[in-house]
């Protein structure tokens, strides 16, 4: 049995289509709630880390987490049952696009599939996880935005090409940006990922009313993760120390 063992909790992943990794570890580190955020949903949870990671971290947020692969969904619910916040976790096997929940979000996190018009991996599940045939820029951010309460808040992290794309796109979608992490693997190597804070607008859709986001600051920042191999960065281990067994 493949287990990842975190300080306060464990994470079982056999069956899940995208395990434990440092992209989903610092979008559940990075994500920032508000005292007033009661809801949250994570999109494509695999094995469920991210929402433990943020369960971990606010102890008032309630935590939906979908996930289209129904052996994600198993490994992701042994996990939350498991856990020390399991009355305040739920994973369920399903997509965004006919997820159809009695309520809306305060927040919604993504560690959303990003491959566009590339060589698929043969392994189906993985595949599904990795490219955005099932789930595509589009869907995330339109599905999203209906998803979420007034002035909710979407954060996702994504390879920093693609990363770009996506934020141009969101602008369509009526989001805008509050906050963007540059993450560079060492501090001579180039941004590997973007992690991305939107919050939706509360202007409708189509609406001449749409603020251009050219007027609107939003906070930027870097993180570098490493100096050399397995000699990580103070801010690096500030983010991640509560929950990597030996930060």
Not at 45 to 73: H, M, P
Request: proline content about 4%.
């Amino acid at each position: 049995m493949s287990i990842f063992q975190f300080k306060k909790f464990s994470v079982k992943q056999d069956n899940s289509s995208m395990k434990v990794g440092t992209d989903a570890v610092l979008l559940g580190c990075w994500t920032q709630l508000r005292k007033t955020d009661k809801q949250l949903l994570e999109v494509g949870t695999g094995c469920g880390v991210i929402s433990l990671i943020i369960a971990q971290r606010y102890n008032f947020v309630n935590i939906d987490a979908i996930d289209i692969d129904k052996a994600s969904i198993l490994d992701a619910k042994d996990n939350f049952n498991y856990s020390p916040w399991n009355n305040r976790l739920s994973a369920i096997n399903d997509s965004l696009q006919t997820y159809n929940p009695n309520k809306q979000y305060d927040i919604i996190v993504s560690n959303p599939p990003y491959f566009n018009n590339s060589l698929q991996c043969p392994n189906n599940q993985r595949s599904v996880a990795r490219h955005t045939n099932t789930l595509s820029y589009n869907d995330l951010l339109s599905y999203s935005h209906k998803l979420l309460s007034t002035n909710g808040i979407f954060s996702v992290i994504l390879p920093f090409k693609e990363g770009k794309e996506f934020i141009n796109l969101a602008k369509q979608y009526h989001f805008s940006v509050n906050r963007i992490t540059k993450v560079y693997p060492t501090p001579t190597s180039m941004p590997k990922r973007l992690l991305i804070e939107l919050q939706k607008n509360e202007n409708i859709l189509g609406t001449e009313k749409y603020i251009n986001q050219s007027e609107k600051a939003y906070i930027e920042d870097i993180l570098t993760i490493e100096i050399s191999r397995h000699n990580y960065t103070e801010e690096y281990i500030g983010l991640t120390k509560e929950f990597y067994l030996k930060m």
